[in-house]
């Protein structure tokens, strides 16, 4: 990463989590979970793969718990430790019932792993293009490409649309979305 790159990521990701963590709509976690039924289609026995939130996400919670009584099975993310590849674990409910390496609600790490079909992903700011700003440790960067390599996944942004950016400082190995959703839109990101 070039230094001026790596720096904008930095100050724009301060900016954008300081912003969302001003962001307090209890109904917006709903009405994204709407959004993304309305416009995704997602068969039922597939894979979703979703998040606990923390720190100000959006609550990706009552999506899964849709997608679930669809037929859906779901996973959460489980990491071993810094550096290390996300892993996805079966997460009935979409309930975190243990901590992970990094201090992160996740399944316990007993639980089954599976690769999921389509990925909700968490971050601090996105584009229209898109691109999005995670936390830095490139882990969902990562598991895309790892994803990618081995069959087809759906990476939806999940966020809040206060969040929206004009553009994200990308570089080549940053993964774009094929989707993002919001509690205003969902938003086809066409190749």
Do not use: N
């Not at 939130?53 to 099975?73: T, V």
């Not at 994803?147 to 990308?170: D, M, N, S």
């Amino acid at each position: 990463m070039s230094a001026a790159v790596g720096e904008a990521k930095r100050a724009l990701r301060r900016r954008a989590l300081a912003q969302r963590g001003q962001l307090h709509d209890p109904e917006a976690p709903g009405a994204a979970a709407v959004r993304l039924l309305q416009a995704v289609e997602i068969p039922s026995g597939a894979t979703i793969a979703g998040y606990a939130a923390m720190r100000g996400e959006l609550d990706p919670r009552p999506a899964l718990l849709a997608l679930e009584a669809r037929g859906c099975r779901t996973v959460l993310p489980h990491t071993t430790g810094k550096g290390e590849p996300l892993r996805f674990l079966a997460a009935p409910g979409g309930l975190a019932e243990s901590i992970d390496a990094l201090g992160i609600a996740a399944p316990p790490a007993s639980a089954a792993e599976y690769d999921p079909d389509f990925l909700l992903v968490p971050l601090a700011a996105f584009d229209r293009r898109g691109y999005r700003l995670g936390y830095g440790g490139g882990f969902y960067d990562a598991a895309l490409a790892r994803l990618r390599a081995g069959g087809t996944i759906t990476a939806v942004g999940w966020a809040f649309a206060a969040q929206e950016v004009e553009a994200i400082p990308a570089e080549p190995h940053d993964a774009r979305l094929d989707w993002i959703v919001t509690e205003r839109e969902a938003i086809y990101i066409s190749a």
